[in-house]
């Protein structure tokens, strides 16, 4: 059967990509709305593009207002500065949120209206050239056709789709993950893993996003751990931004399972990061995921040489989850418990949670048939 499959316009990669990429972002427009956080500013980063920018004669404005995950409200804002300020195309500079961020206000550029309009549908409007340069090696965001936004009057993180929103250039430049503290490249690393695991073991995987997948887990095994441990291993920082790209662009062509699913209620309503909500629900989402897909979960461990070919399917799945399992506990994946959420508020909101997983889709996508009452179960485990 044929699929499609789908990247962003132009991807450059590598140590200096920035420099490399600057006639690029020179063709995009005119003026330009940068679209990152403060902490970017305050570590010199964004002065970097500015820099960029300005040495291809292009104007800009900064919109530095993303505080944590992207709310409907910050979106409203942002669209009313570009506007405001006559932009013609847009740079997001950071990790997942600006990034996702960029991608709503220029989803509403044209027709206006607001984000939460686009909750179940695929988006296919008129965008803005659009240019995403992470600042962490985990959210693949930058070579997605996703954009993750919490509508703050329902209480809900909307998954959104479609093709337009995949940026026109991707910019991979490790140098920008450097500055990252090791719980961002542990939640970052981790959510990588999942966008890869589950891009392969989705029942929407294809041959090509196999070949993505597989080789994003083998990088992120050889490497997360270097790169948490020590920040200044170049090496460890640039294999890790490949791997998120390779992620990326895996999910983006064969889609999240479970992990993803029950990973946003949590943020949602908990406010836990998206990578460290992951980062939580990987060995009890898997641990349910495995009997539906040893043979590929099987795969893994053999490539990444935690199980051995004579090891059965069965086998070699528990030992991939296993050792998935000492890279939590290594990079210090804390409980829900021990991040500081009540039990009882929990308990309380698992079945509003358990729903709203179940709506995006992403549990669907699993190789073992889930239910609701499933997820209420799943959620539950949490706390043993």
């Known amino acids: ?32 709305m940068i679209v990152t956080d403060k902490v970017m500013i305050q570590l010199g980063n964004c002065e970097k593009v500015e820099n960029a920018l300005k040495n291809q004669g292009i104007e800009y404005t900064i919109y530095s ?5 992207p709310t409907d409200v910050m979106i ?44 179940g549908k695929n988006i296919d ?29 329902k209480d809900i993180k909307m998954l959104l789709k479609g093709k337009v929103l995949m940026p026109s250039l991707a910019i991979i430049d490790p140098r920008f993950t450097m500055t990252a503290p090791p719980e961002i490249t542990a939640a970052t690393g981790l959510d990588a893993l999942c966008h890869a695991v589950e891009a392969y073991t989705s029942n929407k995987a294809q041959t090509l996003s196999d070949t993505f997948a597989m080789s994003a887990v083998k990088r992120i095994f050889k490497y997360l751990s270097a790169a ?10 640039i294999q890790m931004s ?42 009890v989402c898997l641990t349910y995921a495995l009997p539906g897909a040893y043979d590929r979960f099987a795969e893994l461990g053999r490539i990444t040489g935690v199980a051995i070919s004579e090891d059965s399917d069965k086998e070699a799945s528990e030992k991939f989850l296993a050792a998935i399992t000492r890279l939590t506990e290594e990079l210090e994946t804390p409980s829900l418990e021990q991040f500081g959420i ?43």
């Open 1 to 32: 059967m044929a699929k499609e499959f789908i990247v962003p316009g132009q991807i450059v990669t590598g140590s200096g990509a920035l420099d490399l990429a600057e006639s690029a972002l020179g063709k995009l427009g005119r003026k330009a």
């Open 242 to 283: 490949v791997a998120a790209l390779e992620a990326g662009i895996a999910f983006n062509n064969a889609s999240v399972t479970l992990i993803h699913g029950m990973s946003r209620p949590i943020g949602a309503l908990f406010h836990v990061a998206h990578g460290l909500s992951n980062a939580m629900l990987l060995k």
């Open 76 to 119: 409203e804002n942002g669209l009313e500065q570009y506007k405001k300020e006559g932009c013609d195309f847009l740079v997001a500079l950071g990790g997942g949120s600006p990034i996702d961020s960029m991608k709503a206000i220029g989803s509403l550029v044209a027709d206006g209206g607001s984000i939460s309009d686009y909750m």
């Open 65 to 69: 207002e993303i505080v944590r995950e």
């Open 125 to 153: 409007v008129a965008m803005p050239p659009m240019a995403a340069i992470p600042t962490t090696a985990g959210t693949g965001a930058e070579a997605t056709q996703f954009t993750i936004i919490t509508d703050t009057k």
């Open 228 to 237: 948490f441990h020590d920040g200044g291993n170049e090496e460890a920082r």
């Open 342 to 384: 009540e039990k009882k508020a929990f308990f309380e909101a698992i079945e509003k949670m358990a729903h709203d997983a179940m709506e995006s889709g992403s549990p669907q996508n699993t190789r073992r048939t889930i239910t609701q009452a499933d997820i209420e179960q799943l959620y539950k485990e949490l706390w043993q």
